[in-house]
């Protein structure tokens, strides 16, 4: 019987897991722990692999699951920045990811984080706390309608994030490499980053991170930046300079930020840790930064999402193991 394991998984996605199995004749196989040197041999009689990495992969691993017979990787998530895929290509193993498994969940969060921004729902939650029940000029919202949306990629999450923000009233400008004709009426693509930066009221990132974007948001970007603007990143975490983000805003330049995604959060995430054992002083700023709303890679982190990464990993795992590859390879 074919067999397929995976690792990275939560106690709730094992059903989920053990259905498919049911449903496709297959044998899963589930545990909790990371593939590592000191479990990859463990491996004699699995067909396929399926993770949720979002700690550096070791490359030496690509050569040990090659003498294990398993020839393909599959990532359940859309992000693979981690993983060396020059190395896994030298070595024979077919890296594919699962780069869709809830865009909406993703949408819905970028616009939770304006709407928190705008609404100042955590100094509502702070001063009803206190029994202030006044309506302070600290808590005075402004609408979304009338704002200008930047939008930076307009992929699956993208469109849908400018579709939402659209609903609400907002003139939306975007910049993709590749422009989608089908949002014409939705998006005013710009020819340039610089225009979206100079006009936008809220900058919200959903675009993958490559060698060429990597900090593309630092220093000399935030300030063209409109005064005021907020920054929202949901996407990767290398696409800004968190320092200079920090920056900026203690500068008065932006008015805030959202940050869900961090270059070097594979060190904590996802695990409960105490202060001091967290020795990065950038990140620390992040959490405790009055202005800036920071959350633990969450965005995508729905019922809808945990299952579609499970089916879809697990599809297209056995399509490689049925064909030999799969339209989501990487490598």
Avoid at 91 to 107: C, H, K, M, R, T
Wanted: hydrophobic fraction near 35%.
């Amino acid at each position: 019987m074919t067999t397929i394991k995976l690792f990275n998984i939560q106690e709730a996605q094992i059903p989920i897991a053990k259905k498919w199995g049911e449903e496709h004749g297959i044998d899963i196989l589930t545990t909790p722990d990371r593939l590592a040197l000191e479990n990859v041999d463990r491996l004699s009689n699995v067909d396929g692999i399926v993770l949720c990495e979002n700690k550096l992969f070791n490359p030496k691993l690509y050569l040990e699951l090659k003498k294990q017979g398993i020839n393909h990787i599959v990532q359940r998530t859309a992000g693979y920045e981690n993983f060396d895929l020059k190395e896994a290509k030298q070595q024979g193993v077919l890296f594919a990811n699962v780069p869709d498994y809830s865009p909406e969940s993703i949408a819905e969060y970028t616009l939770s984080l304006a709407l928190n921004h705008y609404r100042h729902l955590r100094d509502i939650e702070h001063q009803v706390s206190q029994y202030d029940f006044r309506w302070t000029d600290g808590i005075k919202g402004t609408t979304i309608a009338g704002k200008v949306v930047g939008i930076f990629g307009t992929g699956r999450i993208g469109s849908l994030v400018a579709k939402y923000f659209k609903a609400l009233g907002a003139h939306i400008l975007a910049y993709d490499i590749n422009p989608d004709s089908s949002l014409k009426d939705i998006v005013d693509y710009q020819s340039t980053p610089e225009a979206v930066y100079k006009e936008a009221d809220i900058i919200t990132l959903h675009m993958p991170q490559t060698e060429s974007n990597t900090h593309q948001f630092n220093a000399d970007v935030f300030k063209l930046f409109k005064t005021g603007a907020y920054f929202i990143n949901t996407a990767r975490g290398g696409l800004f300079d968190a320092a200079d983000l920090i920056q900026v805003i203690n500068d008065g330049k932006l008015s805030g930020a959202a940050i869900d995604t961090y270059e070097y959060e594979f060190q904590y995430i996802p695990r409960q840790v105490s202060a001091d054992m967290i020795d990065d002083k950038i990140l620390k700023q992040l959490i405790k930064h009055p202005k800036i709303y920071y959350s633990q890679h969450l965005a995508y982190f729905t019922d809808t999402s945990l299952n579609n990464m499970i089916i879809k990993g697990l599809n297209t795992s056995l399509e490689i193991i049925q064909s030999g590859t799969t339209s989501r390879r990487l490598t």
